[in-house]
């Protein structure tokens, strides 16, 4: 079984969509479901988590309407305004559908690099907490050290690293990077996805041999139980096919032994996620 636990959904509109510049045309229209579906099916996918993309409860809602009608949605990464007075509202008014099990804050676009220390937040992170949700982690690598501080204040929280905390491919550079998340891994309860790399590397010349040092990093940080796999489809599109994605960590641990795989393919997103 292989489980692509990082994609989006949207309905596409210029305003709502800031982040979608010039040169990510490709981007620039519907992504659904149906469309998700053929490409699966020829990259052997059989279910996903969808993460937001808009900081929007509405977002919130519409995700999870879609996951309601669609069966190989197994989970849905929402929204919610930590810092609102009315976090608790938010989330109980989606805490008891089955497919919602975690959230996201689009951290490395905020202008404060402390934001996810901001004593509201941590606050919000309390509460979020008490739901048993999991809290992805979107970052750059100067993000790491605050984020050690973060999932260090709250152990009995799952906390997931998107996209590799988007080290620099494209240059090579490893360094501080490496110990960063070598560091943060020390911690058991934060997991990493293998996702977003095409983006960070040179989308129109990548080659499968410059992801391997980060590859070989993240797994002997986090080891075959708290890695998963993630398509960041359709942002993806801007440098493979959804195939070529999911192919590129399926080569790296190609040689290990199937339990392995199969913890990394399937059962560590399961397990985090608490999947149904």
């Not at 309407?65 to 109980?92: C, K, M, N, Y």
């Not at 999932?151 to 929280?157: I, L, T």
């Not at 801007?238 to 994605?245: F, M, P, R, S, T």
């Amino acid at each position: 079984m292989l489980i692509d636990a990082h994609h989006h959904l949207w309905h596409y509109n210029a305003p709502e969509y800031g982040w979608i510049g010039p040169s990510m045309e490709v981007l620039k229209r519907d992504y659904l479901p149906a469309h998700l579906a053929y490409e699966m099916e020829k990259a052997g996918v059989s279910g996903t988590i969808v993460v937001q993309a808009r900081q929007s409860i509405r977002e919130t809602q519409w995700l999870l309407e879609e996951a309601g009608r669609t069966p190989f949605i197994r989970g849905v990464v929402g929204w919610f305004d930590l810092l609102s007075e009315h976090l608790a509202d938010q989330l109980e008014q989606f805490a008891t559908h089955p497919r919602l099990v975690g959230a996201r804050h689009l951290l490395h676009d905020e202008p404060d690099d402390d934001f996810m220390l901001r004593p509201a937040f941590l606050k919000g992170m309390e509460k979020l907490q008490e739901y048993k949700l999991v809290y992805d982690l979107l970052l750059f690598p100067k993000h790491l050290g605050r984020a050690y501080i973060l999932a260090e204040q709250f152990p009995e929280q799952r906390f997931v690293l998107d996209h590799l905390a988007k080290p620099f491919i494209r240059s090579g550079v490893m360094q501080p990077w490496k110990n960063d998340m070598e560091a943060l891994a020390t911690l058991p309860n934060v997991w990493c996805k293998i996702s977003g790399m095409v983006t960070e590397a040179d989308t129109a010349r990548w080659r499968y041999e410059e992801f391997v040092p980060y590859l070989e990093t993240v797994l002997a940080a986090f080891g075959t139980r708290r890695i998963m796999l993630g398509s960041d489809w359709p942002v993806c599109l801007l440098g493979a096919e959804y195939g070529q994605v999911m192919e590129l960590p399926l080569r790296f641990i190609g040689g290990m032994e199937e339990v392995e795989k199969e913890r990394i393919c399937s059962l560590n997103a399961i397990n985090c996620y608490q999947l149904e």
